[in-house]
């Protein structure tokens, strides 16, 4: 395909991806531009699978902006600050408590899931990514992404999340699990999902 061709058969795949994780249209139209900026810039001649290699283009300049949001905002001290200040011990206890499920959830799904059941499992039911996007992310298609969803839930099913220590791990992935479920920040989840493919043993 020609450049324009693949800016014509990508452009709306990498803008419903966009939309997804930064769940605005202005700043995902950003992302797509700068993703196709880049492209024109680089040498293609290599690249295999057009389609994986726009995406991650396209996750990392969405990353960017959130980054760049995430700078302007308070810092995380300023944030844990606030808690303190407010003197419902309730509220405070709630984080602890969801803070606690969290690590968990992550925990109990590490342990029985496989990193790409673990990946699309995560996406799909968690955040309602469509069968089409996880197709793009994973590179598999939409049909296989539906039988992992399928086999993940098999194996997720048990009576009770075990009792896990209170302290866990602060692992990349699941910090950006915790903060995709607390503040829906998904690109960066997206991101260390697909490295976990990579990573995992």
Known sequence: MTQTQVIAVYQPTLQAIAVRM?????????AVHDTFLKWLTIDTTNIENIKAYLVRMVTNACLNIINA????????????????????????????????????????????????????????????????????????????????????????KTPELPKLPISLPSLPLLESFRNACQKGHLAPLISDLYADLFYEK
């Open 22 to 30: 930064l769940g605005s249209m202005t700043d995902a139209e950003d």
């Open 69 to 156: 949001r995430n700078r302007r905002k308070s810092t995380p001290l300023e944030e844990f600050e606030e808690v303190l200040e407010d003197k419902n011990v309730e509220n405070t206890l709630t984080l602890f408590d969801v803070e606690n499920q969290l690590n968990e959830a992550w925990a109990f799904m590490h342990r029985k899931l496989e990193p790409v059941e673990r990946g699309i499992f995560v996406l799909r039911e968690l955040f309602n990514v469509d069968y089409e996007d996880l197709q793009v992310i994973f590179d598999r298609k939409a049909d296989n992404c539906r039988k992992i969803v399928s086999r993940a839930k098999e194996k997720l």
